[in-house]
């Protein structure tokens, strides 16, 4: 079942500039992860954030956790053509299942 | 590419056909899932195995029956489907304990 919403639903930018997606989520979670997803293609994983965590950085990934509000912000800074994609949040709340969110589609114009 | 693998890319099949679904990986992951995404939506839970035992069916119609049959493969088995089970069907694999999963390219099913 879909635990997470996201917001915007769309997303559309300039290269060059910042994209920023938000994530809410509805119960108590071990984790939680964003991954992208290129048209047609799987999903690949981003970054994980523990729920112990508030902040987490990769490359030119910002992702920010706060349980207490159960939501979740994924920052693209410089953002380039090739960010193109969709991303969606996922929340681990037991085991083996992950929960994903209704994802934001990211269009970066050249 | 990824390091799990789905065949077909494609695939179109009639209402009364039955197929099958292949996914591989080689890392060595203790469970293994299958997901269905339509289009423009999140993908959705139908089956996970751990341990090639199968731990979690999200309700799904008996109509798809997986099987894993060692740690490396997933199979999902297709028979009697509907139009509105066109879908991509996304593998994926996981070392578990909350960990990222590793996702296949999916194959894109079409019923007529």
């Known amino acids: 079942s879909q635990q997470g919403e996201e917001d915007p639903q769309a997303l559309s930018i300039q290269e060059g500039e910042n994209a920023t997606m938000n994530c809410s989520y509805k119960t108590s979670i071990n984790n939680l992860q964003w991954y992208r997803q290129n048209s047609g293609r799987g999903l690949v994983h981003l970054i994980l954030?523990?729920?112990?965590?508030r902040e987490k950085h990769s490359g030119r990934l910002r992702v920010t956790l706060d349980t207490s509000k159960k939501s979740s912000s994924l920052l693209i800074t410089a953002s380039r053509a090739a960010d193109t994609a969709s991303y969606f949040c996922a929340t681990d709340g037991n085991d083996y299942k992950l929960s994903f969110g209704a994802g934001t589609t990211v269009t970066v114009r050249a | 590419d990824t390091e799990v693998t789905q065949t077909p890319k494609h695939l179109v099949m009639g209402m009364t056909n039955k197929k099958s679904l292949k996914c591989e990986q080689h890392m060595g992951h203790r469970a293994m899932y299958w997901y269905k995404q339509k289009a423009k939506k999140p993908p959705e839970l139908m089956f996970v195995?751990?341990?090639?035992?199968?731990?979690i069916n999200e309700s799904v119609p008996s109509r798809f029956s997986p099987e894993c049959p060692n740690s490396s493969l997933l199979n999902l088995h297709l028979h009697a489907l509907q139009p509105e089970d066109s879908a991509l069907y996304l593998c994926a694999s996981s070392p578990g304990g909350g960990s990222p999963l590793h996702f296949g390219n999916g194959t894109r099913l079409t019923v007529t």
């Open positions: 195995y751990s341990y090639e035992k199968l731990s």
């Open positions: 954030i523990r729920s112990n965590e």
